[in-house]
């Protein structure tokens, strides 16, 4: 019978550090998604705060973790690291079918920035990794739908309103894990929604992604993300990961009467199978090609570990698109991973029928609907034991709800206990209690921050302090008001938290000298705060103002000048300076630069810069190995 229990699992992991106080107003190189026939910037001004203060020194640190365990499967879930699937083995065979990361190293990839690969992650509500992935999030035991421990994870996602849910079960006897994600909306109007599942495999040589689709459609990088529509047949190199030179993600096109899943094979014919309810229809392969920058990244993500792809399902055709969830919907839907052997997949449409026929073995598409009416019904009891807690959101969220006279927001089966509420989010049940927010010293750090559902309340206190106009101007600022946000922002000033805020709304009006005038004001007022100085650096160190970056540097404490960020922004300055052997220097340092983004440039173009002056130093085009995090080839980076 599948049992869970609770564990502790020690791996190499960086510390993810403080979350950054400021407000979330930007996702640094935020792209485009469509939603509704209209295209609009990725969800700028979040109410959840940046975790982007972690490093690159991994020790070994305990992580608290479910085990759910049949007679053919173990499966370990990540508990505070958004209930990921870290490692799931097939007993029988001794076989690890996950792609299993040598520790925990974020990036900056995800929403929130922090970021780490591996496993299967469980993408929700906004465009990206999930907010949750480095976060803890709620986990409960269960009772399966045969009777066996399952177990649920829930949280409330806060920029969407919405609760997501997601059961796993392991059926004794199967060698497939199966879970059921539900969504649920209970507001009175329809909000974008997204959910993708990302899962890492092993990169392999010569392995294979297979889908049920003859046509493929990949986003020209190159050109501006104009779509490109591939037949999979002419063109079977698409599909072999190691013959991909760049980063690239692969659509596939399914067809409507056929039961999307995706596969991955290795040359030997064995391999992993995921596959869904027809809800969840997108497919989409993402690899880091064999150039120097993928394979960098692949190192940067897991040091000395081995390379990975992700094979991935999603509510949309394209991870740029939402979909649009009615007032008052209840999604959910079942998928299921498993192994795959004796898969012959040189023959592209044999090789499709060949994984659909070994489902046919294994009874996964004949029970599939059944098991998911099972897994829905047992989906709807109030869980045995809660064993762990997630964020303090679910619960404040509630009882505003209950105050407004709005539906409750928990139900049984996802309860949010108001003991999960922390010390920290407490300003926020003063307001529901006594109508205005607690007096703070503007030099302390305003705590978490709020969507536009608080903005009666926001709006209706008597005597507005700093803290009530800092967070107005930030409700303000999500629904799209900039104007309003600007004016709350003003009215508090002189505020270093403010001027920031103010800072950003010029450089997102692309007005860089007002951005820097207020980012420097703010920093006076802040003079130790970390995060803002790392948000300077990046700005003035694509500005080439020599004068306005070398007085903020010389200015900075000695703890501050030893920070990532700020060895960069000097190297810049040297560049500036014309003091081109010193500026090489910083290339031949060891890459400390923790939270570079996933496709920033900043790294390749003061390379090229450098190279460019002086040729001696190298190919203008090709950084050094240590700092070479192109996306592109090298005549394609603007």
Same mark, same amino acid.
């Given at each position: 019978?599948?049992?869970?229990?609770?564990?502790?699992?020690?791996?190499?992991?960086?510390?993810?550090?403080?979350?950054?106080?400021?407000?979330?107003?930007?996702?640094?190189?935020?792209?485009?998604?469509?939603?509704?026939?209209?295209?609009?910037?990725?969800?700028?001004?979040?109410?959840?705060?940046?975790?982007?203060?972690?490093?690159?020194?991994?020790?070994?640190?305990?992580?608290?973790?479910?085990?759910?365990?049949?007679?053919?499967?173990?499966?370990?879930?990540?508990?505070?690291?958004?209930?990921?699937?870290?490692?799931?083995?097939?007993?029988?065979?001794?076989?690890?079918?996950?792609?299993?990361?040598?520790?925990?190293?974020?990036?900056?990839?995800?929403?929130?920035?922090?970021?780490?690969?591996?496993?299967?992650?469980?993408?929700?509500?906004?465009?990206?990794?999930?907010?949750?992935?480095?976060?803890?999030?709620?986990?409960?035991?269960?009772?399966?739908?045969?009777?066996?421990?399952?177990?649920?994870?829930?949280?409330?996602?806060?920029?969407?309103? +919405?609760?997501?849910?997601?059961?796993?079960?392991?059926?004794?006897?199967?060698?497939?894990?199966?879970?059921?994600? &539900?969504?649920?909306?209970?507001?009175?109007?329809?909000?974008?929604?997204?959910?993708?599942?990302?899962?890492?495999?092993?990169?392999?040589?010569?392995?294979?992604?297979?889908?049920?689709?003859?046509?493929?459609?990949?986003?020209?990088?190159?050109?501006?993300?104009?779509? +490109?529509?591939?037949?999979?047949?002419?063109?079977?190199?698409?599909?072999?990961?190691?013959?991909?030179?760049?980063?690239?993600?692969?659509?596939?096109?399914?067809?409507?009467?056929?039961?999307?899943?995706?596969?991955?094979?290795?040359?030997?014919?064995?391999?992993?199978?995921?596959?869904?309810?027809?809800?969840?229809?997108?497919?989409?392969?993402?690899?880091?090609?064999?150039?120097?920058?993928?394979?960098?990244?692949?190192?940067?993500?897991?040091?000395?570990?081995?390379?990975?792809?992700?094979?991935?399902?999603?509510?949309?055709?394209?991870?740029?698109?939402? +979909?649009?969830?009615?007032?008052?919907?209840?999604?959910?839907?079942?998928?299921?991973?498993?192994?795959?052997?004796?898969?012959?997949?040189?023959?592209?449409?044999?090789?499709?029928?060949?994984?659909?026929?070994?489902?046919?073995?294994?009874?996964?598409?004949?029970?599939?609907?059944?098991?998911?009416? &099972?897994?829905?019904?047992?989906?709807?009891?109030?869980?045995?034991?809660?064993?762990?807690?997630?964020?303090?959101?679910?619960?404040?969220?509630?009882?505003?709800?209950?105050?407004?006279?709005?539906?409750?927001?928990?139900?049984?089966?996802?309860?949010?206990?108001?003991?999960?509420?922390?010390?920290?989010?407490?300003?926020?049940?003063?307001?529901?209690?006594?109508?205005?927010?607690?007096?703070?010293?503007?030099?302390?750090?305003?705590?978490?921050?709020?969507?536009?559902?608080?903005?009666?309340?926001?709006?209706?206190?008597?005597?507005?302090?700093?803290?009530?106009?800092?967070?107005?101007?930030?409700?303000?600022?999500?629904?799209?008001?900039?104007?309003?946000?600007?004016?709350?922002?003003?009215?508090?000033?002189?505020?270093?938290?403010?001027?920031?805020?103010?800072?950003?709304?010029?450089?997102?009006?692309?007005?860089?000298?007002?951005?820097?005038?207020?980012?420097?004001?703010?920093?006076?007022?802040?003079?130790?705060?970390?995060?803002?100085?790392?948000?300077?650096?990046?700005?003035?160190?694509?500005?080439?103002?020599?004068?306005?970056?070398?007085?903020?540097?010389?200015?900075?404490?000695?703890?501050?000048?030893?920070?990532?960020?700020?060895?960069?922004?000097?190297?810049?300055?040297?560049?500036?300076?014309?003091?081109?052997?010193?500026?090489?220097?910083?290339?031949?340092?060891?890459?400390?630069?923790?939270?570079?983004?996933?496709?920033?440039?900043?790294?390749?173009?003061?390379?090229?810069?450098?190279?460019?002056?002086?040729?001696?130093?190298?190919?203008?085009?090709?950084?050094?190995?240590?700092?070479?995090?192109?996306? &592109?080839?090298?005549?394609?980076?603007?």
């Amino acid at each position: 019978m599948a049992t869970l229990t609770l564990s502790w699992l020690e791996l190499p992991s960086a510390d993810l550090g403080e979350e950054n106080p400021h407000a979330a107003l930007y996702q640094p190189l935020g792209p485009v998604v469509t939603f509704e026939g209209r295209e609009i910037r990725a969800d700028h001004g979040m109410p959840y705060r940046q975790l982007d203060g972690y490093t690159r020194d991994r020790e070994m640190r305990r992580h608290r973790v479910a085990v759910l365990e049949s007679d053919r499967l173990k499966a370990v879930f990540l508990l505070d690291l958004g209930g990921r699937l870290w490692s799931l083995t097939h007993k029988l065979s001794g076989r690890e079918l996950l792609h299993v990361n040598s520790g925990i190293q974020p990036a900056n990839f995800a929403i929130r920035n922090a970021w780490f690969s591996g496993g299967i992650e469980w993408n929700v509500g906004i465009f990206g990794h999930s907010v949750f992935t480095c976060s803890p999030v709620f986990a409960a035991k269960t009772v399966s739908p045969d009777g066996d421990d399952g177990m649920r994870l829930w949280e409330y996602e806060r920029r969407r309103g +919405v609760v997501w849910q997601l059961d796993v079960w392991a059926p004794e006897g199967s060698d497939f894990l199966y879970w059921s994600p &539900k969504l649920i909306n209970k507001q009175t109007h329809t909000v974008p929604m997204y959910w993708w599942t990302c899962i890492a495999v092993n990169e392999e040589p010569e392995s294979r992604v297979l889908a049920p689709a003859i046509t493929a459609m990949e986003p020209d990088h190159s050109a501006g993300d104009v779509p +490109v529509t591939h037949n999979l047949i002419d063109e079977p190199d698409l599909t072999y990961p190691q013959r991909r030179d760049l980063p690239h993600d692969t659509y596939f096109d399914i067809p409507a009467e056929q039961q999307p899943w995706i596969a991955h094979v290795s040359k030997g014919g064995e391999g992993v199978v995921h596959l869904s309810s027809h809800k969840l229809f997108g497919r989409k392969q993402w690899v880091w090609g064999m150039e120097s920058c993928g394979r960098r990244w692949q190192d940067w993500l897991n040091p000395s570990g081995l390379p990975y792809i992700e094979i991935q399902g999603g509510l949309a055709a394209r991870q740029t698109e939402y +979909v649009a969830m009615p007032p008052g919907a209840e999604w959910s839907w079942l998928e299921a991973y498993g192994p795959l052997n004796n898969v012959d997949a040189a023959d592209w449409s044999n090789a499709k029928v060949e994984v659909i026929g070994k489902l046919a073995e294994a009874a996964i598409g004949s029970e599939f609907e059944m098991r998911f009416e &099972k897994l829905s019904a047992a989906s709807e009891a109030e869980p045995v034991e809660i064993l762990n807690s997630g964020s303090s959101w679910g619960a404040i969220e509630s009882k505003r709800c209950e105050m407004e006279g709005q539906r409750p927001l928990d139900s049984p089966p996802a309860p949010f206990p108001e003991d999960s509420i922390g010390a920290e989010d407490q300003p926020w049940l003063h307001l529901l209690e006594h109508g205005e927010l607690p007096i703070m010293d503007p030099a302390q750090a305003p705590g978490s921050y709020v969507g536009p559902e608080w903005r009666a309340l926001l709006e209706a206190q008597e005597a507005k302090s700093w803290l009530s106009w800092l967070h107005l101007g930030c409700v303000y600022f999500q629904i799209g008001d900039t104007e309003k946000a600007r004016e709350a922002w003003e009215s508090i000033l002189p505020n270093g938290w403010a001027s920031r805020n103010l800072g950003v709304l010029d450089m997102l009006a692309g007005n860089q000298v007002s951005a820097a005038s207020r980012l420097l004001e703010a920093h006076e007022l802040l003079p130790n705060q970390p995060h803002l100085v790392d948000e300077i650096c990046r700005l003035l160190t694509g500005m080439d103002d020599q004068s306005v970056l070398g007085s903020f540097l010389e200015g900075l404490s000695v703890e501050l000048q030893c920070r990532p960020r700020v060895r960069l922004a000097r190297a810049k300055l040297l560049q500036l300076q014309g003091d081109l052997d010193a500026d090489s220097a910083y290339f031949q340092s060891t890459c400390d630069l923790a939270d570079i983004r996933e496709a920033e440039t900043t790294v390749s173009d003061l390379w090229r810069a450098l190279c460019t002056r002086d040729p001696r130093f190298g190919d203008p085009a090709f950084p050094p190995k240590e700092w070479d995090f192109r996306m &592109k080839h090298s005549c394609e980076q603007g």
